[in-house]
């Protein structure tokens, strides 16, 4: 039988099968010995074809049906390994939070990166607004204009009000939606929101690290009631680059990619070469200078950038 895979929880994942039910399905070991390098062979998004186990309830997934793309990140703890957040998504949306707990331009911009790298659409959604005070709005402005001028859409949210809400459903209509972000920037509050019945946990922020704690410990897909599909991610506190080389980095910056045709030598790092059109555009303002430091840091392989 064929399926959808609708939660992962580590060694076991929840498939959706052809006949509209649910099983509960473990892998064929040998998943794990065919060279793909990542703590989970299968991820939710994926298509998978299934067998039943003889006197089970239970399934054995034996084949995985190739992606059109996949998000993924670095294993913190596991270096040579890496972890496939989902899988053939439309979209990815950043939830971002400017306070409680920060979202950094780092860390946005590791997440667009990745996102470029594998040809998926980004869209930021900044949540709680309604906690915005007069400073904090002008420091929004600034992050919007960044990203905005770059192509990426940018919409200001409050899941506790509903500001905004009918038009994130526009967006996420009929498409499989990827939602990811820091532990505590309130995913699982806007998700309450999309589907008031499913009663998902919202946790709390640590006063002594201003970092939410994880709520959702397993990816998991959602239908929606008015079409598509969301993936509400576990939070991310860190987010490794994988699989990029550094000469190929500057492909996934758009304002760099549309800029390094004019360095005077093609294999240009933007580092400190000599007539660089990244380099002087960054001089000039052109590129802003929180994309090219967030560009250095990966280049040297930097796990985190504030």
């Known amino acids: 039988m064929q399926g959808l895979v609708i939660k992962s929880t580590g060694s076991w994942y929840l498939v959706h099968g052809e006949d509209d039910r649910d099983y509960q399905c473990r892998i064929k070991g040998k998943f794990r010995i ?3 390098q990542t703590t989970n062979p299968v991820a939710v998004g994926d298509q998978v074809d299934f067998e039943m186990e003889p006197n089970s309830e239970n399934g054995v997934i034996y084949k995985l049906h190739p992606r059109k793309n996949y998000i993924i990140r670095k294993s913190i703890n596991l270096s040579k390994q890496a972890q496939i957040i989902a899988a053939n998504i439309d979209e990815a949306f950043l939830v971002v939070t400017l306070a409680s ?26 949540n709680k607004l309604d906690l915005y005070n007069e400073d904090g709005l002008e420091v929004l402005a600034e992050y919007k204009n960044i990203y905005e001028n770059l192509g990426y859409p940018c919409y200001e949210v409050s899941a506790t009000e509903g500001t905004n809400m009918p038009l994130i459903e526009s967006l996420l209509k009929d498409k499989t939606t990827l939602f990811s972000g820091h532990s505590g920037v309130g995913k699982s ?8 019945d499913r009663h998902i946990k919202t946790g709390e922020i640590s006063e002594s690290s201003d970092k939410g704690q994880h709520t959702t410990t397993f990816a998991e897909m959602h239908t929606l009631p008015f079409g598509g599909y969301l993936i509400d991610s576990p939070g991310i506190r860190e987010l490794g680059i994988y699989d990029i080389k550094p000469e190929e980095l500057s492909h996934y910056f758009r304002e760099m990619r549309d800029l390094m045709h004019k360095c005077k030598f093609h294999n240009c790092r933007h580092i400190n070469e000599p ?32």
């Open 34 to 36: 065919k060279g793909i």
């Open 101 to 126: 707990p920060r979202t950094s331009l780092g860390f946005i911009d590791r997440f667009l990166v990745t996102a470029e790298a594998y040809s998926i659409p980004s869209v930021l959604i900044f």
């Open 189 to 196: 509050s806007l998700i309450n929101v999309l589907l008031p």
């Open 275 to 306: 007539s660089c059109a990244v380099l002087d555009a960054v001089k000039t303002g052109e590129i802003e200078s929180s994309r090219y430091e967030s560009y250095l840091s990966m280049y040297h392989g930097n796990e985190t950038r504030a």
